[in-house]
């Protein structure tokens, strides 16, 4: 028996696999941290937190990179050859449409709303578009929703003019799609928000840093629907298409594309959905539109307000949503016939003359914000009458889950502890590769000097995600195995998934008060609802034959879902997870806003004060976070994978 192998013999002989023994030195390693930690060099009273003398800041740098942008903008080649043209042109393409639709008669656009999708024989979806839309004109938003559609309108052109050739291309050349992937899975995993700082400093506050972030983060389901839709298509009718001596161009253009329609469709309106949030907060960057008076009835606590706003959003959501689906019909013989079209094409330009002529083009003040005073005084009397719940309960989130959380991990825990449990945990799961990158990226979040606030962050992420996967998971078992009360719950997930995240918060501070509370509270509603879709879908997908087999064993219902369901679902659940975990951490800025503290009332303030140095360093930390924490979860999910 050589030297070599002697280390591994002894440790069999013992009975400790290289498992237990890993564990036992990460148990070591963390012991001797924790007791050098008392010894190690103390930074402002602490002694577990990251040296300060390690930091190595980014913050003059990039703001001195801020301040020559604002110098140079109107003379440097970079910006008048090309930021300052694509700036406005994507600028006066969101004005021109907002004049335009400002312009012409209230009721001539709930006409156009109608018309639009009765063309293609969906009349219905029409007059429901129109409803939602002449919604905004009762409450007294019409400006601030035409703005808004405006910008929305742009951002999902422009998603399109750039997320079709991409996917068209991914679908033709695979080691494109490869090499595109990963740069999608980045623009769909980081926070929105954090594309807000780099914009500012391009384009400067106004609408276009609005509609350029809602873009970045709306494009992958155009992109990825688009590659999907076109490798769908039958194989026999590209090649029949080849046969009759079509070219690969003709063929993806004539054949490829028009069948593809319906996905690409799809796409697009996922692509209006993830816009919904984003045009919210770009009011943040002085973009105009419905985010103003949702932030105004935050400063305010006007529930009903806030609740009016953010249907008004809503209300375009459906009214894109409803235009871009009445594109993906192709049966001829539901299309309105060509003279019924003429007779409204007629109509609208008639009432358009009418409306201009006679002056009421304009939108009426019908019951403006009044409409809604006694949903205020609803919640006002509701919240004094619950206090004797939510006070407590907020007292038990903060005293029991979040100031013990974050007290451990911030001062009883050394920094070197928590680094190499992270890495420990990551090696367990995927292995060194992920190690690795969870070690360099909580590193570089020291370096930085954002440590504390990271950790705080992490504490309200996890307590809040955790809370939404208790709630999430048995709804998401019960969806999945009842079709009655995926019924029931269908509607009430649609509406969830629907309102922007930013009005989750009106409520949740009224209740609440300002600090972490509301911000976890608003977090949990926002981020449960993929948690029990995906968890309802992996239940569904279930084979059938594995049900049965545990049937005929006698297995009772009980025993079928926790003994069979449940653990071949695992991979699904845990995706789920993950989704409700990054849903979690986009919810960060909204927390900000109501006095959650750490890395995203930072990033608000970076914003309004033009701190480019340290909100590109807060940028860093989240964007950090977010990969590592998807990544993670991605893992768990793959290592639950049922072996083949």
Partial sequence: MTAAAAPGVASRSLGISRRWLALLAVAAGVAVFQVLGDSMSTIEGSDRLFPALWDKTFEDPIQDAGAWLRSNRLTHPIFTGLLTPFSKTVGGAIDAIADALLWLPWFVVLGIVVLIPARAGAWKAGVVGAIALFYTVLIGLWVPTMQTLALMSAAVLLAAIVGLPLGMVAALYPRFEQVLRPVLDAAQTLPAFVYFLPLLMLFGIGNVPGAVATVIYALPPVVRLTTLGIKRVPQAAVDASLMFGATKRQTLLKVQVPMAVPTIITGLTQTIMLSLGVVVLATLVGADGLGSPILQTLNSRRTGRGIAAGLAIVAVAMVLDRMWKSFAVTDRTKFLQRRYLGYGVGGLLIA???GRAFGIAAAPDLFDWSLFDPIDDGVVWTRDNLRWFTRPFSDWIVLYLYLPARDFLTDTMAWPSILLMVGAACWWVRG???????????????LIGMWELSIDTLVQVIIAAGLATVIAVPLGLLVGRSKRVEALMGPVLDGLQTVPSLVYIVPAVIFFTVGVVPGIIATVLYAMVPGVRITALGIREVPEESIEASRTFGA????????????????????????????????????????????GFETVRSLKRSLFGFGFEVGVALVLMAMLLDRFTEACAQRLQPPE
């Fill in 352 to 354: 358009t003359l009418a």
């Fill in 432 to 446: 060194r590769a992920l190690a690795v990158f969870s070690v360099a990226a909580l590193g570089v979040i020291g």
């Fill in 556 to 599: 009772t219902p009980r025993q079928t879902m926790l003994g069979v369901r449940v653990p071949l679902a695992a991979p699904t659940i845990m995706a789920g997870i993950n989704q409700v975990i990054m849903l979690s951490l986009a919810m960060v800025i909204i927390s900000g806003l109501v006095g959650g503290g750490a890395l």
